[in-house]
C-alpha cells in the first residue's frame, strides 16, 4: 500500500491508496513543533487501526509520497522515513521531483507543492485546460494550459481566516460556526456573518474563475473547474462555475508523483 501525505499550513491529510483506489484517510492538525518520534507515534496510533495493515510502524506499507507547505515538518518528516520506514521508498515533493508538469512561472521554485501535485491530479483527471480551486489556509486559483503546463494562479485569504480576521478586528463581532445560513438576509450577526462568508466566497470563485478561464482559453467553456480542499463543501452549493469536486486531488497526484519517480529512487 503507498501512504501519501499532504501537509498543509494548518491541516494535515493522510491518505492510505491500494492501487489506484483510496481505502483510508485521515486529517490532522499541522504542527510545527511535533518532532519526528512523535509523527511516527501519530502514524503508528492511525494506521494500526486499520485492518490491512500491521501493528508494527510500516506492516504493509510499500512505499511514501509526501508534500508540505511547512519547511520544518518537511524535514521531520524525512527523518521519519529515514529512520522508521528505511526499506520503504520514499518520494519527496521538492526541486528535482519529476511531475510532468511544466511549470510556467518566473520563480518555480517558489509554487507551492501541493499546488503542483494538484495540477498533477488534475491533468490526469481532466485535462487541460483547467482551473483547481484548493479551499484551505488560503484560497488558492491553479491554471492548467490545454497542454497540461502549470500557467500561475491566484492566492487570496482562506475562508477561515477570514472568519478569524472578522472575529478579532470587528468590535462586536465573534468567531462563529461555519454553516450556511438560513438566508443571504441575516436576521441576526450570527447569519450574517455567515451570508457574508458563504456567499462572499461563492461571488470570490465565480468571478476569478471568469477572468482567469478568459486568459486561458480561447472559449472559457473549454475550461474545467475542480473545487477541493476540506472547507469546498462550504461553496460548492452555490458556485456556479465549479465542475468538479475531487476532495482527494493532492493525494491522487502525489500517487501520481511517486508512480513517476520510484524507479529513480
Excluded at 512523535?38 to 496510533?45: F, H, P, R, S
Excluded at 491553479?142 to 477570514?162: H, K, L, Q, T
Excluded at 438566508?183 to 476569478?208: H, R
Excluded at 469536486?245 to 502525489?254: D, F, K, N, S, V
Aim: charged share 20%; proline share 5%; net charge negative.
Amino acid at each position: 500500500m503507498l501512504l501519501t501525505i499532504d501537509v498543509g499550513n494548518t491541516h494535515t491529510v493522510l491518505g492510505l491508496f491500494d492501487g489506484e483506489d483510496i481505502v483510508e484517510h485521515w486529517r490532522i492538525s499541522t504542527d510545527a513543533r511535533r518532532t519526528a518520534d512523535e509523527l511516527a507515534v501519530l502514524l503508528q496510533g492511525l494506521m494500526g487501526m486499520h485492518p490491512l495493515l500491521g501493528e508494527e510502524l510500516g506492516d504493509g506499507i510499500d512505499g511514501i509520497a509526501i508534500c508540505a507547505t511547512v519547511p520544518s515538518v518537511l524535514h521531520e518528516l524525512r527523518e521519519v522515513t529515514r529512520r522508521y520506514y528505511g526499506d520503504v521508498p520514499a518520494v519527496l515533493v521538492e526541486p528535482g521531483i519529476k511531475t510532468g508538469v511544466p511549470i510556467l512561472m518566473d520563480n518555480p521554485k517558489e509554487v507551492g507543492a501541493d499546488r503542483i501535485i494538484n495540477a498533477v491530479a488534475a491533468v490526469e483527471l481532466y485535462g487541460g485546460p483547467a482551473i483547481v480551486v484548493d479551499f484551505g489556509t488560503a484560497t488558492t486559483f491553479d491554471a492548467v494550459s490545454a497542454r497540461g503546463e502549470y500557467a500561475g494562479g491566484v492566492i487570496a485569504p482562506g475562508i477561515e481566516i477570514s472568519v478569524e480576521a472578522l472575529g478579532v478586528r470587528g468590535a462586536q463581532l465573534r468567531k462563529i460556526e461555519l454553516a450556511r445560513p438560513r438566508a443571504v438576509i441575516g436576521k441576526n450577526t450570527v447569519e450574517a456573518m455567515q451570508a457574508g462568508i458563504v456567499y462572499g466566497f461563492a461571488g470570490q470563485v465565480d468571478g476569478v474563475v471568469g477572468r482567469m478561464a478568459r486568459e486561458l482559453a480561447d472559449d472559457p467553456d473549454d475550461v474545467t473547474v475542480i473545487a477541493t480542499g476540506g472547507l469546498a463543501p462550504m461553496v460548492l452549493g452555490e458556485s456556479s462555475v465549479i465542475d468538479e469536486h475531487e476532495p482527494w486531488l493532492t493525494l491522487i497526484g502525489l500517487r501520481l508523483v511517486y508512480e513517476r519517480n520510484i524507479s529513480r529512487t
